[in-house]
């Protein structure tokens, strides 16, 4: 990986931590996107101190003002990025609402990774062959979809003053769905284009700090089965890095697009994700959000 960059948003915690340790000690340049200040400059001098090199940039991504100026700054800095990771998610019951007016969990996990790869998609072309890599979930199997009169999760808490697990696991599931929406939107768009786009699930509970917001029996389920998980190993955030890595590695894998992968092996994803119509609508839906990604196919003069 010398002579690479690799972005990573919220990649000063959990798997997106472990990940750029992995493809640091690889050689690799590695951004770190994040809003944990201390934990991020932390990685950026530990890889700097190995065969890799990193930086660190604060960003709030639920902002996207934020959002675009890190995009501004980034490609003013770089001449190259040869991997994206659309990495950092929430889930919190609490329901929480930025300036711009967008519920937390639409903004984290959609809103900004639609903005921000549109924004460093030039970047991206520059540098193929390239790669775009969705952070998604299985919990994209565990609901009902989006509902397109509440796309900004206004109706899922019934009362906005009190924190709701149940609420926040269908504002996830909606999140991680919209994840792959883009995927399958965005691999055809970039057709022909070098740069492809792919998604992971990181497997089931895995023992990172994403789930510290539950409450009550939620948080005990949770702990039994963190627990559980890493007394088998089987839950471990660098287990799911290694899926990470290959994505972002592997020359079998260079041309492979709009597929989902689970440690290390392709998965099949929902009949609803691949559903054509809802990506369709997400997609404009979020045109009319960030102004960018409008429906001509990047590709395409
Ligand atoms: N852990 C799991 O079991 C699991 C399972 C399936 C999928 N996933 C997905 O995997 C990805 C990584 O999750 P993880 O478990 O590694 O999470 P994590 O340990 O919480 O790490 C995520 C990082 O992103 C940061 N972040 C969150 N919102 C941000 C924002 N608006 N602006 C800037 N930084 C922000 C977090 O900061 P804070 O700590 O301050 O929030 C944290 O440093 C997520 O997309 C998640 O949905 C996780």
């Known amino acids: 990986m010398r002579g690479k960059t690799v972005l990573i948003t919220g990649g000063a ?3 997106g931590r472990e990940t750029a340790r992995m493809l640091g000690a690889m050689g690799a340049h590695i951004v770190i996107v994040d809003w944990e200040g201390e934990a991020g400059t932390r990685l950026r001098d530990e890889i700097n101190a190995g065969p890799g090199s990193a930086e660190f940039c604060f960003c709030e991504l639920t902002c996207m003002g934020a959002v675009r100026e890190l995009a501004a700054n980034l490609i003013k800095a770089h001449e190259r990025l040869d991997v994206l990771f659309c990495n950092a998610g929430i889930t919190d019951p609490v329901r929480r ?24 998609l030039d970047l991206l072309k520059q540098s193929t062959p390239s790669r775009i890599i969705m952070i998604s979930s299985e919990a994209h199997k565990a609901g009902d979809g989006l509902d397109f009169d509440d796309l900004n999760n206004e109706l899922i808490w019934k009362d906005h003053s009190k924190p709701s697990n149940s609420a926040s696991f ?9 994840n792959l929406y883009f995927m399958y939107e965005m691999a055809e768009r970039l057709t022909g284009s070098g740069v492809t786009i792919n998604a992971i699930s990181p497997g089931f509970f895995v023992n990172t700090s994403i789930y510290r917001n539950l409450t009550g029996v939620f948080m ?17 955030p660098q287990r799911s890095a290694k899926t990470y890595v290959k994505l972002a590695t592997d020359p079998d894998l260079q041309t492979t697009t709009a597929t989902y992968f689970e440690h290390e092996k392709v998965k099949a994803t ?11 609508q997400l997609w404009e839906w979020s045109v009319r959000q960030t102004g960018v990604g409008s429906a001509v196919a990047p590709n395409v003069e």
């Not at 300036?99 to 790869?117: I, Q």
């Open 13 to 15: 915690r959990g798997m």
């Open 97 to 120: 609402v930025t300036p711009e007016g967008y519920e937390h969990h639409v903004a984290t996990c959609h809103l900004a990774h639609f903005l921000l790869t549109h924004l460093l």
């Open 170 to 178: 269908t504002a996830y599931h909606r999140a991680k769905l919209s």
């Open 220 to 236: 005990l389920g949770a702990k039994i089965v963190f627990g559980a998980g890493t007394l088998f190993g089987w839950n471990t």
């Open 270 to 280: 929902s009949d609803l994700a691949k559903a054509l119509e809802p990506r369709k």
